[in-house]
């Protein structure tokens, strides 16, 4: 050969041109190429084998740069191809060196590539025959099939000729199989790789069946790599067809493993009734390949889908799954974890892999594997992994636990965990699904780990509320959905809440039943004490499932629903809030009252109507049926009825929900049918009436509204019509009661009952024996009841019995009357909700408050006091009533005390005293509160005339006719005749006082109290006698009256109360002492009412002195001694006290001033150093306490009696000053009054310095700011003595 042509030159003369041509450019550079040149080369034994290479590597370039060009020469003739090509088939026979037997594969390839013609590849198949029917040459049919192999895989079309047209041909691949070479065998495995890549099912039954035994025996005996892995990749091929596995799993394996491998077996080892092929593939799990390993498990998971529960068999008894678990917590690699779980999956199918316990074995690698794996990108791994846990939890054995002990459990609750809060919903998804199957009751471990359950309904939760239910997450996940083989038409997020809810209710029924066995709600190990407050408890784990149904899934079930309610995702959630009522009863009323006052019931029975009407959704119905049973007796029961009536409504209920799955709207004919004779309580169609007015009860009570109000009330007007239509009037009590409420709470928006439906409703609940039965605490029935008169007549005094004792146990009225309470006016005092009512009722109905009086009179003590106080807070609180209320009662009490007077009901009459009333002190308690909201000053005379003095007469005789010891009657009668006395008009009060003196029983009861020593206990009555006795001093100095009986007072015991007096003394006690003394001062002691003791301490020995004589019975000391007892309770600077002290002062100066030596006693009294001190601290203080009315007062007192202790400056000037600062409108008018008397003594008193004129005109001009005057001198009220009781 010349340079790069490929020409010989010792024998390219004997060649025709024709054979040769230049490849390439025509003008230089081009390759001359003589293919009978190259043809005699390859021929040739002398030819060396470098130049055969180099030949061939010139053809093959020209085959590849310049196509076609080789195929036209060769084209003249058919002969000379196929005798290149049969020359190129004989070099891969006796080619010894390496490289160019390469180079001869190669051109050979691409020369038939190049042709591209069937005689070529026909010719070369039938050359190929040839040669392996010939003797065995293993080089060079290891050439040929290496060369086989190319061919098939660069023209796969050749594969379908070769097994159809040249079975005998693939024969002799298959008998060739039988060589102890291994590298032929995997040459050969590779052409049946490619053949049945390409053509498996053309490929002959016999020859495949053949092949399958061949490859079994091939793969037992291998112990190359390459042969390993080809025939794992030719057996992949094969178990993909059913055939092909049958035959594969049914061969037996002795006679075909080879003699080497039978030999290497013990006994135990050798498969003598099973297939090979599981034993097979454990070994390569067993190898350290990963490459093999994936292989192996592949093909297991290739061989169990045809038929799990056929060819499982084989495998769990050759503990594969022992293995493939091993693999599972010893790999991270996608594939091998992937198709491990898939295997396992389908082994779980037989139930001989749960017998043999694979299951136990491997629970904990395959725990370990899905941590591992749940951080891999690729999610579909964990999925198949969550797959695979769900299978294994729901078809394990009850009697085997999969986790005896906490640390398992815990393993597989932290799994879930990272599971469920994967980012990929459907990895979420499963883990949830294999979550619901982890809380069965025998997959706990003992004890139960309550506080790793709660973790993970924690996460679901957490999970749950970060999807969206929006209408748009369909169209945005539509595509998503369509990989995963979700329908199209469900939203993933739908499909999460369907599978959450079914685990959640798993948790909520594994509670339950841990509640109902001891041995599951009580850890052992932990000590009792702590288990309430312990997480890892049961009562932690219902709190948590309560707090996330509350916040989380209610929200979120309620907003998926809005967007087209789906029956499977509400059947579960109904159960999951059935179930809520068995985990914490303590807190379900609450929670009850919660779910009905946002409408739960109208749901509920809203979806009923909408999903299963006609039969439709039957577990949906009995979900919701549960639900409204559980709620609504929940509900009925916190009204504290009878149990066996409760027991009665939930018969009611449980037999008629099912049925009543119409629409809310054909309620109101439903009630308006008039069934036949109704044979059973609990069946028929007035029973299902009686289910529909328990069930508006209910709502409205919560405040749902489930028909309109007009709607409510007509048809329940026309039911009662009905029933008592058939003859029956009785209703059952539940009923009767569900009726009146309902007519009570709908009647404002609906028209009046006329005479002939109050008949009926009269007639109903006359039936009852009282009307407690059907009685329920709430506003608008008591309302109801007086709204008509034929109902008030009969029944008002009763229900408002049971109004005032009955507390309010419903979650509406309690949450109306908390309403009303909040809108009170200003300044009201905050009163018990029931009472607020009442109020409200009196002001509508003012019959209300007469049959309040009779209950105070008539009832029990707690009833009469709850109705007195409803009484009394009305006179306080509604002032534009007062008078008409008072009107109203003064009649009523009237008569009550003439009963009262004459009444003797087993009470004995005996020497002017009767025994105690029980209702007389709440009668006089109202009759002194009427007395203070209309005072008898504002009553006309003839009034007077009639029946407030009979009041005042019938009063008094009852009064001494009790008992001393009887406190509480004679404090309030005491109080009230003096309030009568001192505030009637002076031209009404002598009748007053001469009836009054004229009761000697009376006067004996006074006496009685006032020489009883004071107490703590009888306090507030001797502040009352004081009181009277004061009044009825001054009006009988006033009028003249006759005294029948006078009563003797201890002056020097009242002196020594006063000016030593003990610590902690009645405030209120010491000023009724004060009131007296005044008013015996008053009248210079010589009332023939009172007669007052005295003592040497006060007058000095006998005879008296001319002074002690004139000052008798108070003396000079008692004049000294009261003096400055009085200036030591003015510096206490008490409020009560000031009044009271300054009061007695002005009356003690003028006594003095009336006797002849009125000057000297005057002078001391005004003119002490005492009076200087005072003065100092009373100016020194506060502002509020310097222009007190009472400081003012004394002021104005010592400026009268020319008193050297009030100097212009600083005291009266200080005064100035303050009130010029603070104004005269920002005093009240008691001080006002007082300050314009101060100013007047100022301007007419010779003061020491005097004031200058323009400080008199700073006077003046105060004076004027001051207005008119509306008095002539200030007189504070008397203080009324409440009631300490």
Known sequence: MSGVDIVCDKIHFRHEAQWCGRLGPAEGGGLVLCVLCVLEMMEREDVASVRKSYALSGVSGVLKCSPGALKELLQQDQRVSLRFIASLLGMLQTTEDTCTLEKVDQVLLQLLLELQSEPPFRFVLDEIHKQLSGPFNAKGWLSAFNFIGRLLEAVPNIANVLVTQYVPLLDLFCSTLLSPDEELKASIIFVWIKLFGTTAAAVPVPIRDKMCILLLQTLTCAHSTTLITNCTGLLWLLVQVAAAVSVLMSSASGPLMCEESQSSQSPEQQPLEHSPLPLILKKLLLSGDEMLQVSSVKCIASVLVHSPRQYSTPFIEADVPEFLFDRLASTKSESLLWFSYTCLKLLTEDSLFFTQCHSVYGIESLVRSLKEALRLTNLEVPKQGLVLLADILERQPPEVRLFPSRPGFVAVCEALEVGVSSPCLLVSTQAVKATCILFRKQHQSQPVQFKEITGLTES?????????????????????????????????????????????????????????????????????????????????????????????????????????????????????????????????????????????????????????????????????????????????????????????????????????????????????????????????????????????????????????????????????????????????????????????????????????????????????????????????????????????????????????????????????????????????????????????????????????????????????????????????????????LCTNLGPALLQVFQKLSFEEVGHELGQGNITQVRSLPLVLRLLCMTQASEPLSSVSCSKMDGGSFKLLYHVSNLTGKLKSDNMESLQLSFRYLHSYLSLSAASSTDRAVSMLLSNIALMELLQTIISSSPSPASAALLCSSHLLLSSLITLQNLHSAKVHKSISWSLDKAMQLLVFPKKNFDSLLLVSYLRLLQALLDVDFASPLLCVGTAPCLVGPRPLGAEDGALYPLGSKGAQFLSMALYELLLQKHEVLLGASVNCLSSLLGF??????????????????????????LLGSEQSSLLHPATLQLITLLLRHSSTAVLWEPDLLKVMEVVEKVGVKELGQEAAEALRLLLTQILQSTLHPPPTEQDKLRVRSILESLGPQTTDNIQYPSVEVQSHV
Not at 474 to 501: D, E, G
Not at 636 to 652: G, R
Not at 783 to 798: D, K, T
Not at 816 to 823: A, K, P, W
């Open 460 to 884: 679901i939760t957490k999970r749950f509320s970060e999807l969206s239910f929006s209408s748009r997450t369909h169209h945005q996940n539509t595509a998503s959905l369509k990989k995963s083989r979700i329908p199209s038409h469900v939203s993933m997020s739908h499909v999460f809440l369907l599978q959450a809810l079914v685990c959640f209710q798993s948790a909520c029924r594994l509670a339950v039943e841990c509640a109902s066995e001891p041995s599951l709600r009580e850890n052992a190990f932990t000590a009792p004490s702590k288990t309430q407050q312990n997480e890892d408890s049961l009562e932690s784990l219902c709190r948590c499932m309560l707090c996330c149904c509350d916040s989380v899934w209610i929200p979120a079930v309620i907003k998926a629903s809005q967007h087209g309610p789906s029956a499977q995702i509400l059947q579960h959630f109904y159960s999951v809030l059935s179930f809520q009522f068995f985990l914490l009863p303590s807190f379900m009323p609450a929670f009850a009252r919660k779910l009905a006052s946002s409408g739960f019931l109208k749901l509920a029975l809203e979806h009923k109507g909408l999903l299963c009407t006609g039969n439709r959704n039957p577990n949906l119905n009995a979900s919701c049926c549960e639900f409204l049973l559980r709620l609504s007796m929940c509900l009925y029961k916190q009204s504290d009825q009878d149990q066996l009536e409760a027991e009665e409504v939930e018969n009611i209920l449980l037999y008629h929900l099912p049925a009543l799955s119409c629409p809310l709207s054909d309620w109101p004919s439903l009630l308006r049918e008039a069934p036949g004779l109704q044979l059973c309580d609990y069946k028929g169609q007035r029973a299902t009436q009686y289910c529909v007015l328990v069930l508006l009860q209910l709502a409205f009570q919560q405040g749902d509204r489930l028909l309109p109000d007009q709607t409510v009330f007509t048809s329940v007007v026309w039911l009662l019509h009905s029933v008592q239509e058939q003859g029956s009037c009785v209703l059952p009590h539940f009923v009767l009661r569900s009726a009146l409420y309902l007519l009570s709470v709908t009647q404002d928006k609906s028209p009046s009952l006329n005479k002939a439906q109050l008949n009926c409703l009269n007639k109903a609940l006359s039936s009852c024996q009282t009307l407690s039965s059907v009685y329920i605490h709430h506003p608008p029935l008591l309302h109801f009841i007086c709204l008509y008169s034929e109902l008030a007549e009969r029944f008002r005094a009763e229900v408002l019995e049971l109004w005032l004792t009955r507390k309010a146990s419903h979650s509406d009225l309690n949450r109306q009357l908390q309403e009303d309470s909040r809108e009170k006016q200003h300044g009201e005092e905050d009163n018990e909700p029931e009472i607020t009512e009442l109020l409200t009722l009196i002001e509508k109905y003012p019959a209300v408050a007469a049959t309040l009086l009779e209950m105070v009179c008539t009832r029990e003590t707690g009833l009469a006091k709850r109705a007195l106080k409803v009484l009394e807070v009305f006179l306080s609180s509604h002032t534009h009533y007062k008078a008409e």
């Open 1152 to 1177: 003095l001033k009336r006797k002849k030596t009125h000057y000297r006693y005057t002078r001391h009294v005004v003119c002490q150093p005492w009076c200087r001190f005072l003065l100092f601290c």
